[in-house]
């Protein structure tokens, strides 16, 4: 066989420097086969880095669009508008270490824990965020949406197809576990995801304002509840925060505003 007739794969392998065969590669890894297989006719051409430049540039854009409408983590503020000043209890720098994304390499989960409005879900977004940035998958759902959508499930089939949703991604966000009281069905369901995303060491971010000693609670007569627990835990960072309701803060701060505003248009 003569040289003409050997694939570019062959050709750049034994006879191209590997400074020029680093284009080629980069080609064959973006799919262009077209110019893959007119490399001979190509090579060396000023355009070709900036036709590959542009390609990865393009599909990196692309698909981290993709994934950030995949993730449906809806709208949420910056961690630079968080009040760390506001809650009575918080470890900063165990938060500011998920949001480095610490815990992914271990396939450890993140549990946010506290009262109502003290900023777990505005966390759990911009973890969400910054691991799509990162270009991880993510889905971000509320426990109620979760459990509805399983439990909706029409057969055995379409219950396995609609877990790979929850189970697949490289990193699942749970926000508001615990407000709502649940079905056995819906613990089992739940169960089930956790159990598959544990064991392919897949994290989870939880956020929920029950202590763990009172999932009892959110899911009555659930056998797996104990269970449940103890493998969310097992790999977990933890955060424990306390305080009072800043929405409540927000709100009030609002009407005081207002009561300024109308005063000022109509003075005594």
Known sequence: MTSKNKSPKAKAKKTKPEDLTYP???????????????????????????????????????????????????????????????PKKIDKDLVDEVLRLDFLPEGANVILVGPNGVGKTMIAQNIAHQAVLA???????????????????????????????????????????????????HADLLFEVVTRRYQEQRPIVLTTNKPFSEWGEVFPSAACVVTLVDRLIHRSEIIHIDGDSYRHKEAKERNEQRVKTRTKKCPA
């Open 24 to 86: 080629l590669e980069r080609a064959r890894a973006l799919g262009l086969w077209g110019l893959v297989q007119a490399w001979d006719e190509v090579e060396g051409e000023s355009w070709i880095e900036t036709l590959l430049d542009l390609e990865e540039k393009e599909r990196k854009r692309r698909s981290l669009e993709r994934r950030m409408r995949s993730a449906k983590i809806r709208h949420f503020k910056p961690m630079c508008d968080f009040e760390w000043g506001w």
């Open 135 to 185: 270009g991880k998958t993510v889905r971000m759902v509320t426990a109620s949406e979760l459990l509805c959508d399983l439990a909706a499930q029409d057969g055995a089939m379409a219950l396995l197809r609609r877990l790979r949703r929850y189970a697949n991604p490289g990193l699942l966000v749970i926000d508001e576990l615990g407000y709502l009281s649940s079905s056995t069905r």
